[in-house]
């Protein structure tokens, strides 16, 4: 019985940081290895990351390819920058911060718990100084 046998060698290169900066298939064994990636048919490509464009998507031009991560915004699908993530923290924080496993804290003096009457109306419940309650219909 007769067997074909293909061997791939992958080499790769990295930047002084560490990230991936060429990514090089050859085959043995009668294997040509990879031909064409993403339309790129140079024995050598590179990977690379940016942030152009609206969406996730992927350039290749030349003998790199670039995946282009933008950030989030009202107009682009991306990722969340550090920026926002610290503001999105943030606000999340102040809102129901868990003090015990039973016990809800508002750190927020100037919000309150809004609870909905068996009518259907809304109130704000808050807190005065002295520690009672003061009830706002909503």
Do not use: C
């Amino acid at each position: 019985m007769n067997k074909l046998t293909t061997i791939l060698f992958i080499f790769i290169s990295y930047t002084a940081i560490g990230q991936i900066k060429t990514i090089k298939v050859q085959g043995s064994g009668g294997s040509s290895g990879i031909t064409s990636l993403n339309v790129l048919t140079t024995a050598s490509q590179t990977f690379a990351t940016g942030t152009a464009g609206t969406d996730f998507a992927i350039n290749s031009t030349g003998t790199t390819h670039t995946f282009n991560f933008p950030t989030s915004s009202s107009v682009s699908r991306g990722l969340l920058s550090s920026a926002d993530w610290s503001s999105f923290n943030a606000a999340y924080n102040w809102y129901i911060t868990p003090s015990t496993a039973s016990d809800v804290e508002i750190t927020n003096n100037i919000k309150g718990i809004i609870l909905k009457s068996p009518n259907g109306t809304r109130f704000r419940i808050t807190v005065n100084n002295d520690g009672s309650l003061t009830t706002t219909s909503l």
